[in-house]
């Protein structure tokens, strides 16, 4: 049986987060710690996490006064939710019935098990392990949530918090992720910091036709039509899904590249270190050529040919799984970018309009779809399948094929 928790849900300039509360020992078994540590594997530094490490000694301390009789904790214990790459069925899903009585509104989470980190609290939250079970069940704790929440953005919250604070040290809260005080020059970006920075760009230019419709909520269609409303003018798409598109453009696994950028001297911190090895990244020569311009200008240029081309007929492509399909499908034309030396509006409408012509007969309105879980998949592998990027026999759930051949008049 899944677990329902009563939210409230906050909107700030950062994005959307949900308040909630929950026993000590649920969240115990729900969230982990994630402390910043360098290791040596295979020759060289790695780098991972954003906390510091848990002070043992710190942890008594605090369960001591946990057991008083005058204990409290009203500040909340701040987390990220959906951290663990799990099957749809088992991540945390908010669900939002009523924009106007938060009593109908609650965060769903199937499976007491840990798919979620510690932005902010993990000493006081981690101190209950020195309670019993009795006590950890009675204690509430105040916590709060962003869900589907970017590792860039995790390290940026927590170092807003902490910065100022002097049990931190500041270096490491400026270190994280390349979030330091003075603003890194560009040359220096992982691949992450530069897909935050254009995410961001795109979300404030009037060029652009995701101006405004970017928020750093849930990455869930249903949240962000909560969110947006019923006007279509009034689309929203999650942050999350713009950072990894432009990932997918630039990096095999961006991660590595952080590390190896983390572990030179920062005057010798530059993308050109970088390998430009041959790879599924089309625009992996650009990132370390230090053109953003060019890599900003294909995005502007391609979804602004999608929108023309796509948003009326079909809305769906402009929702979560629909923008996943678009960065799918501009990899693709990005292939040919060498060749064709072409990244004008009218020649991505061209492809846009060649590939995605093969889609408009598939019914959506099917019981088929459904906009979150599985359903979300069955989208994504039919569009794919009608442009010719994949294949039946890639269908995983093999009971599904006959209805993908129904749907597409196979």
Same mark, same amino acid.
């Given at each position: ?240 899904? +713009?950072?990894? $598109?432009?990932?997918? &453009?630039?990096?095999?696994?961006? %991660?590595? @590249?952080? =590390? *190896? ?123 794919? +399948?009608?442009? $010719?990027?994949?294949? &039946?026999?890639?269908?995983?759930? %093999?009971? @599904?094929? =006959? *209805? ?7």
């Amino acid at each position: 049986m899944s677990n329902k928790y009563n939210i409230l849900e906050i909107k700030q300039p950062l994005g959307t987060f949900y308040v909630f509360k929950i026993s000590a020992f649920e969240l115990l078994q729900l969230v982990e710690s994630e402390p910043y540590y360098l290791s040596l594997e295979g020759g060289k530094f790695r780098n991972e996490g954003i906390q510091r490490r848990f002070d043992e000694g710190r942890g008594r301390e605090i369960s001591k006064f946990l057991k008083s009789s005058e204990s409290a904790l009203p500040n909340s214990i701040i987390i990220a939710g959906n951290t663990r790459n799990l099957p749809e069925d088992e991540q945390w899903k908010v669900v939002i019935q009523n924009l106007s009585n938060s009593n109908e509104n609650y965060l769903e989470i199937p499976k007491l098990q840990v798919n979620g980190t510690v932005i902010d609290g993990q000493h006081r939250l981690f101190s209950f392990k020195h309670l019993n079970v009795d006590e950890q069940k009675d204690y509430e704790l105040l916590c709060t949530l962003y869900l589907d929440l970017p590792n860039p953005y995790q390290a940026y919250i927590f170092a807003t918090i902490n910065m100022n604070q002097r049990k931190v040290d500041k270096s490491l809260a400026y270190e994280l992720y390349g979030y330091d005080l003075n603003d890194d020059e560009a040359d220096k970006w992982s691949p992450e910091k530069l897909a935050v920075f254009l995410t961001r760009k795109l979300n404030l230019d009037d060029k652009s036709i995701f101006k405004g419709h970017i928020s750093l909520a849930a990455n869930s269609d249903e949240i962000l039509e909560k969110i947006s409303g019923v006007n279509s003018n009034e689309w929203t798409i999650s942050t999350a899904a +713009i950072v990894e $598109g432009i990932l997918s &453009l630039i990096t095999n696994n961006a %991660k590595r @590249d952080r =590390d *190896e950028l983390q572990i030179k001297f920062e005057n010798e911190r530059s993308r050109i270190i970088l390998n430009e090895v041959k790879s599924s990244a089309p625009l992996r020569k650009y990132y370390i050529e230090n053109n953003d311009l060019l890599i900003y200008t294909i995005l502007l240029n391609f979804f602004k040919s999608t929108y023309n081309v796509l948003f009326q007929s079909s809305p769906i492509l402009f929702k979560t799984v629909g923008i996943q399909v678009q960065f799918i499908v501009l990899k693709k034309i990005l292939h040919k970018i060498e060749k064709e030396k072409d990244i004008s509006v009218n020649y991505f409408s061209y492809e846009v309009n060649n590939l995605f012509s093969k889609t408009t007969n598939i019914n959506f309105n099917s019981a088929f779809f459904q906009l979150s879980g599985i359903g979300k998949t069955r989208i994504k592998n039919i569009l794919l +399948i009608a442009m $010719g990027l994949m294949d &039946l026999d890639e269908i995983k759930n %093999k009971q @599904d094929v =006959d *209805e993908y051949r129904r749907l597409l008049n196979y």
